[in-house]
Each structure stands twice: as structure tokens, then as C-alpha cells.
């Protein structure tokens, strides 16, 4: 069975400080692959997706970037965190789209930022 | 301008009673609905899927509704557990590519 991992749980960074979030996953291959921010109270935003190694679409302009070193492994990362990237992100992956139908996403843990 | 929009935001029930959530969407073009739960701090988890052609899906307690003319889906959940406490979000993908809407979720509150 397809498990998706993500660390760490919760995390509190100081303004200005680097950010580096790793998810992976297990139990299949060639994964889409996405990273949500959720805003407390708000719906998920979709901030990067990936469909193969190395290759990063950004869905957003933002403080932010993305990279997937391996076929199961996406990174989300900062040079510098802003008060405003506090949030709950969620890695996410699904299987290949078929033509004109979206596959389910299965969801990570998520990861707790606190940006002081 | 693709969007899906929920209500009530929030809502407390009883434990045992039932509640039904509702979610409007203008995503297009459409090619599936899906219903999450997310508990508290947790990732989201499906629920139920439903394409252009089913207007009704059950899992359980819960059972999915669209009507793909008026754009409104429901989420009915029956006979409510203090386990059905979450949010839930209602998802709109447009075919052809990754455009995929989330609703800003439904609170549920079941007491005891």
C-alpha cells in the first residue's frame, strides 16, 4: 500500500530564518506530486506541483520554492521566512492523470509552521 | 472565475442527529466532485468521488449529492458520531489539467 510521509510535525522558525520540508513517499511510482499551504480557517492553496523529477510548476508568486530531487521525494523550501508563511502545509501526491479526469490526491500529515 | 463555496462554515449538531453541508461550484470545464473530512491537524482524507454523470454516492454514513445543472453538491451525514467532528471540504477539479478548487471547509461540531 502507497504511504506519503511528510517531517517535521510542527516547526517554529524565527523571521528571516531558512526552511527546508520534506515529504516522501512510499509504495508507488512516478507520483504527482503538490504542496498546499492552509491558512487556519481558510481552504488548501495550491503552491507547487510536480509530475517528474525536477520538473516544478508554481501555482503562486510567493517567498517560496519547491524542488523533487528524486522520483519520491519533494522538498518545499525558503532562504528566508516571512511572518506571513506561518500556516499548515500539506504534501500531497496522486497517480497519473488520465485524459480529462483528475486522479485522487492523497494527503500527508501536514506540517505546523510558526513563523516568530 | 472557478470557485467552490461552502455552508454553512460552521455548524453543531447533537450526536445522533443528522446534518447535510452544502457546496456551490462554477469550475469548468467539470470533471469530478470530491468530499474530505480533515480532522484537526491532520491531512485531508477522500470521503467520496463523484463525476459528471453520478448524483449520488454513499460511504457509510455519508452520502454525496451533485447536481451537475445547478453546480451544488451536498454532503448528508446520518445518525452523526462525536467522531464526525472535522471540517469538510468540498473539491472541484476541471478536466484537462491540474486545476483543481478547494471550498474553505465546513466545520462540524457533534456533542455529546
Known amino acids: 500500500s502507497q504511504t506519503i510521509h511528510q517531517w517535521p510535525a510542527t516547526l517554529v522558525q524565527p523571521v528571516g530564518s531558512p526552511l527546508s520540508l520534506e515529504c516522501t513517499v512510499e509504495g508507488t511510482s512516478n507520483p504527482n506530486l503538490y504542496w498546499y499551504r492552509q491558512a487556519a480557517g481558510r481552504g488548501l492553496q495550491l503552491l507547487f506541483y510536480s509530475v517528474g523529477i525536477g520538473q516544478i510548476s508554481s501555482e503562486v508568486p510567493q517567498n517560496l520554492s519547491a524542488s523533487r530531487p528524486q522520483d519520491r521525494q519533494f522538498i518545499l523550501s525558503s532562504k528566508k521566512l516571512l511572518l506571513s508563511d506561518s500556516g499548515f502545509y500539506l504534501c500531497a501526491w496522486s497517480g497519473r492523470l488520465t485524459t480529462g479526469v483528475q486522479s485522487e490526491q492523497f494527503f500527508g500529515p501536514g506540517t505546523r509552521l510558526t513563523v516568530l | 472565475k472557478n470557485q467552490v463555496e461552502q455552508s454553512p462554515q460552521s455548524l453543531i449538531i447533537l450526536e445522533g442527529k443528522n446534518c447535510t453541508l452544502q457546496?456551490?461550484?462554477?469550475?469548468?470545464?467539470?470533471?469530478?466532485l470530491r468530499w474530505y473530512k480533515q480532522d484537526t491537524g491532520r491531512g485531508p482524507v477522500s470521503l467520496t468521488i463523484?463525476?459528471?454523470?453520478?448524483n449520488t454516492k454513499s460511504n457509510g454514513r455519508y452520502t454525496a449529492t451533485l447536481d451537475a445543472d445547478t453546480k451544488q453538491s451536498s454532503l448528508h451525514i446520518t445518525a452523526s458520531q462525536l467522531s464526525d467532528s472535522a471540517s469538510y471540504i468540498c473539491v472541484v477539479s476541471a478536466s484537462g489539467g491540474f486545476k483543481t478548487i478547494f471550498g474553505a471547509g465546513t466545520r462540524l461540531f457533534v456533542k455529546a
Open positions: 457546496c456551490n461550484y462554477t469550475v469548468s470545464p467539470f470533471s469530478n
Open positions: 463523484m463525476t459528471f454523470s453520478e
